[in-house]
Nanobody, 124 residues
Framework: VQLQASGGGSVQAGGSLRLSCANSERTFSIYDISWSRQAPGKEREFVAAISWSGSNTYYTDSVKGRFTISRDNAKNTVYLQMNNLKPEDTAVYYC??????????????????WGQGTQVTVSS
């Protein structure tokens, strides 16, 4: 399963970006999808996830109320809408997928398929 992340860029604090995670395979709709991020010198951090149906979502505390994860299975795409961005959100953002097991897995190590990453830079 190949995932393609896009939508990163440079914005000022308080700005918004929407990341996309796309896949061309018909089986995309059966995978839970997550977003993680990695800042320079830091470990990869789990940010958000959405179940295959879109009915369940998870957010790490630092992004709750600012980030929204959603999916359009007809377009084989998962989105991460990021509002009110802060300098500490600066990182390379990765999307990842895994088969659904009934609960959302909230560990980066629990995901099998990874995209290439997209850079998000927030300036103060």
């Amino acid at each position: 399963v190949q995932l393609q992340a896009s939508g990163g860029g440079s914005v000022q604090a308080g700005g918004s970006l929407r990341l996309s995670c796309a896949n061309s395979e018909r089986t995309f709709s059966i995978y839970d999808i997550s977003w993680s991020r990695q800042a320079p010198g830091k470990e990869r951090e789990f940010v958000a996830a959405i179940s295959w149906s879109g009915s369940n979502t998870y957010y790490t505390d630092s992004v709750k109320g600012r980030f929204t994860i959603s999916r359009d299975n007809a377009k084989n795409t998962v989105y991460l809408q990021m509002n009110n961005l802060k300098p500490e959100d600066t990182a390379v953002y990765y999307c990842a997928g895994r088969s659904n097991i009934g609960v959302i897995v909230t560990l980066t190590s629990g995901y099998e398929y990874w995209g290439q990453g997209t850079q998000v830079t927030v300036s103060s």
